[in-house]
């Protein structure tokens, strides 16, 4: 009824930007409330929706600054490729990497992507079936605390400070911890803040770029 949904709004509302578990928050809240089987697994995740459309609201004038810089420089990139002659890739890619930061960061965001895509392909009906249930989100939960309190604990060399200067090199291994959030009660924003981190990114910057992976991660899944 209405009384859940508001319920479970909220619990999403409060944890989905947290280092915290929101489809875990919302299973053990569903539990709870004796909302379960498989319309509330599908609840779990369709709902985080919302939280999609608070992240383009809210860096709508960046994402649209780096929508357009991004085909500019794709232009610019088949422009170089076809001046010229036959330049060698490795001559173009060394000239593109610093001449397009938006593209290139956009091509980090499809490689971040890829590895919970491809695991969550596979095996998002499985994930379903066993490990939607308060067990596995509580053991999550105390497990992903431990490792956010180890990677504080850690000094990790900062090497990105700047969100265009994240490569698609520490893109790829913030995108392999992405996929641990795929257990349910593993934050998602946790698990690419912590990635994030031991990639070198400085916390802002793992933070901002955990919200705009956030991006094609929550639309796929929804």
């Keep these: 009824g ?15 930007f947290l280092p915290v578990s929101s489809t875990g928050h919302l299973i053990l809240a569903g539990h709870a409330l004796g909302f379960t089987g498989d319309i509330a697994s599908n609840v779990e995740i369709s709902i985080q929706l919302g939280a999609i459309l608070a992240i383009i609201a809210y860096e709508r004038t960046k994402l649209a600054a780096l929508a357009s810089h991004t085909i500019r420089e794709q232009r610019e990139v088949r422009s170089l490729v076809a001046a010229g002659g036959a330049p060698a890739w490795t001559a173009i890619l060394q000239k593109s990497i ?29 994930i379903k079936a066993h490990l939607f249930a308060p067990a596995t989100v509580a053991a999550s939960l105390i497990i992903g605390g431990l490792i956010i309190l180890a990677v504080e604990r850690m000094r990790n060399r900062v090497r990105t400070t700047e969100l265009l200067q994240v490569t698609p090199r520490s ?3 913030i ?5 641990v959030s795929l257990i349910p009660g593993m934050s998602r924003s946790g698990s690419t803040i912590v990635g994030g981190l ?8 793992a933070t901002e770029y955990s919200f705009f992976l956030a991006l094609p991660t929550m639309i796929i899944a929804t």
């Excluded at 209405?2 to 989905?16: F, H, M, Q, R, S």
Aim: hydrophobic share 60%; proline share 5%; net charge negative.
């Design 198 to 205: 031991l990639a070198g990114l400085d916390r802002r910057v």
């Design 171 to 173: 893109a790829l291994w």
């Design 98 to 126: 610093h001449a397009h930061p938006n593209l290139w960061f956009v091509i980090g965001l499809g490689l971040a992507f890829l590895p919970a895509a491809l695991v969550g392909f596979f095996a998002h009906k499985s």
């Design 175 to 179: 995108g392999l911890a992405q996929c």
């Design 2 to 16: 209405p009384e859940l949904a508001v319920i479970l709004g909220i619990i999403e509302g409060l944890t989905e």
